[in-house]
């Protein structure tokens, strides 16, 4: 008897393989990519390679979000396939096949679709990873050796995953096959195909979500807020978005159809009421299709915005190869600067390596409370500090400003300082920590690095230039004094590492133990290519997956509305409206329905970019002409793929209605 029903299933496989070819080929990209994240992972070289700590968050946060889509999108794409087999389950039951017999037909089929995505998914998932794997070495800058490696945990693991999967949609189907009666699996395919009603005020709520969604994106200022605030506006968004499309556009149609002016037109007529007869179906497709493809545009365009932008990030943040902070607990002296840069200078000597193009001040560096002109230290603990008047308050002498920024000032007696504030000061005095000070002048604000507490706080960032090193002493308090030391070195990239080698391990006897941060381009540079490389692999990896289950979801939407079409169209034309009219008229119709969701996405991408913008100076970019070159460039990309979507879906839907 067991032989029966597994020939029954694999009839049933053959005869829907319309619908079952794209759902087996789901599962095993899903299983190809779980797999490769596994193994990519928990790949024990990886792990002892520069970088694996980074590297492996970003793998671990890829298996985690992956294992989540593929739960989610697996189950959707079931649900399609089942609404499409209701009827033959139905025929089933009614020719004497109890319901235990169905449920051992769906248990046979659930077994061979398992084997089949499991066997298929990681035999191209062994077959690719070692691809994966160099393709990610390569995004990242490493350069290590890639064996051929076989995971076994991240065979048992994906094995387990998905077999969690399938048995859980398995029971879905048992339930639906349980609770249904023969009718009802008979016109199973049919249910929903009322007219739905216009919901005024779920549509007022669905605008209003996505007004307050673009609201937060647009008005968010600091970084802070739009860290905390992103999340927020993401979930209104796409509330708003499933109610646009559910209910909104349901509202609209029933406005068209009281319009008797417009609605009594044969083409209008058509077009509205076909939208209309099943829209909320529809609406749900649709409002899945945006949300992904507003996800893809996100996700890619940010990433390889951060990967394109490590080289900018590098040069407005590290100007020279290579950038010491010397901390001392008051303002050395001349005597002490020179000692240090000799140094230098012999440590490269040593190296044989030559120093170019050096430079250094000294700046005094305090997180205050800004209030107009009077700035006092920044007290957590004191409740009336409100964090959006933090700010920053950098002190230098007029020598230093001067060798930094190529600008003479003036004299500055003593007193007196000349201020540059990153928005303009309006005030002559200045009151610093309860001593008012004249402000002899004002100058232009330096460009000595990104300042995020001015972007997180929105307020004032001041830099007080002082006449001589008594006058910073006064202002350092009990702050330590920076030392900026920059420099060029020449030598290739393993001689430049030795010589900032040898610099860590020789500051302390120099400065008897003081602090001392060294940094170099170089290292900045593995660094930010590690993690922007991390995350634009991660990018491209989920992008891909979200833009096949979009392509899934269209295809299944095309097909199934191929069905449905196909016997208005035959009705329509037996009563007598013209067929050339009718066909043009459902054309129409579905080029709008199929490119509202990327038109929306676009504009759902265009009032987040002000928020995106904020929360891309976290990972140190801050170059917003690139980042509009990159969504620019991935949402032209992504058109060319969607229209070649709609292409390929398209004549499989009109196949089915125009046979």
């Known amino acids: 008897m067991n032989h029966l029903y597994c020939r029954l299933a694999i009839t049933n496989l053959k005869n829907n393989r319309r619908f079952y070819l794209p759902y087996i080929l789901m599962g095993m990209v899903s299983v190809t990519m779980f797999y490769s994240m596994r193994a990519i992972q928990g790949n024990d070289g990886l792990k002892s390679m520069r970088g694996a700590g ?13 294992g989540i889509c593929a739960f989610i999108f697996m189950f959707y794409t079931n649900s399609f396939v089942m609404k499409r087999r209701k009827k033959e389950l139905g025929v089933y039951n009614i020719l004497g096949m109890e319901k235990k017999h169905i449920a051992k037909v769906l248990a046979w089929e659930a077994v061979i679709l398992y084997t089949v995505s499991i066997v298929g998914g990681l035999v191209v998932g062994i077959v690719f990873n070692k691809l994966l794997t160099m393709f990610l070495y390569k995004l990242t800058g490493l350069s290590e050796q890639i064996a051929f490696y076989v995971s076994g945990w991240g065979c048992l693991q994906t094995a ?11 029971l879905y189907n048992f339930m639906q096959v349980k609770l249904a009666n023969p009718i009802a699996l008979l016109h199973g395919s049919n249910v929903g195909e009322r007219e739905p009603k216009a919901k005024w005020i779920s549509a007022l709520s669905g605008i209003a979500c996505i007004a307050a969604g673009y609201y937060l994106a647009i008005t968010t200022k600091d970084i802070i807020n739009a860290v905390n605030m992103f999340f927020v506006a993401v979930l209104l968004v796409i509330g708003g978005t499933y109610e646009l499309f559910m209910t909104v556009s349901i509202v609209f149609l029933k406005l068209l159809k009281r319009n008797k002016r417009y609605y009594y037109k044969t083409s209008h007529f058509i077009s509205v009421s076909g939208m209309l007869y099943r829209m909320k179906r529809n609406a749900v497709g649709l409002a899945n299709i945006c949300v992904l493809s507003t996800m893809v545009l ?8 951060l990967y394109a932008g490590v080289e900018d990030f590098l040069n407005r943040e590290h100007k020279k190869e290579v950038n010491l902070i010397i901390y001392f607990d008051n303002v050395p002296d001349e005597v002490t600067r020179n000692y240090v840069i000799e140094q230098l200078e012999t440590t490269a000597k040593r190296q044989d390596r030559t120093l170019t193009d050096m430079s250094e001040y000294i700046e005094v560096v305090h997180t205050t409370h800004n209030k107009g002109n009077v700035v006092d230290i920044y007290d957590n603990d004191d409740p009336t500090y409100d964090y959006t008047e933090m700010g920053l308050l950098y002190a230098m002498t007029k020598e230093d400003y001067e060798k930094c920024t ?11 300082v000349v201020v540059a504030a990153s928005n303009g000061f309006e005030w002559d005095t200045i009151d610093i920590f309860g001593q008012e000070y004249q402000v002899a002048g004002q100058t232009d604000y330096p460009d000595l ?6 972007y997180m706080t929105g307020t004032v960032v001041i830099y007080a230039i002082v006449a001589d090193d008594s ?22 990239r393993v001689e430049k590492m030795a010589y900032i080698s040898e610099l860590r391990e020789k500051v302390g006897d120099w400065l008897d133990y003081n602090a001392c941060i060294i940094t170099s381009k170089t290292e900045e540079r593995d660094s930010y290519m590690e993690m922007n490389g991390g995350f634009l692999f991660l990018g491209l990896f989920l992008g891909s997956m979200f833009l096949m289950i979009t392509m899934l979801i269209i295809y299944y939407k095309q097909i199934s509305e191929g069905y449905e079409d196909r016997e208005r169209f035959a009705i329509m034309t037996k009563v007598g409206i013209d067929r050339s009219k009718v066909k043009a008229t459902i054309n129409s119709q579905v080029r709008t329905v199929f490119f509202m969701p990327i038109t929306v996405a676009v504009i759902h991408l265009i ?14 970019l801050s170059n917003n ?4 070159q990159c969504l620019i460039g991935t949402v032209a990309i992504f058109g060319v793929i969607y229209f070649i979507v709609f292409k390929l879906t398209s004549a499989g839907y009109y196949k089915l209605v125009y046979q």
């Open 54 to 66: 980074m590297l492996g968050y970003v793998l671990t946060l890829g298996v985690v979000v992956v």
């Open 160 to 170: 387990e995953l998905f077999g969690v999967i399938y048995i859980l949609m398995l």
């Open 298 to 305: 996100v996700m890619v365009s940010t990433t390889v915005c």
């Open 406 to 416: 190529g600008q003479e000032l003036g004299e500055i007696s003593s007193g007196s």
């Open 449 to 454: 690095g990104l300042d995020l507490m001015d």
């Open 471 to 492: 006058e910073l002493d006064s202002i350092r308090g009990e702050a330590l004094s920076e030392y900026y030391i920059e420099m060029e070195v020449d030598g290739t």
């Open 607 to 620: 009032a987040a970019f002000p928020m995106l913008t904020r929360i891309m100076i976290i990972f140190g």
């Open 625 to 628: 002409e690139l980042f509009i």
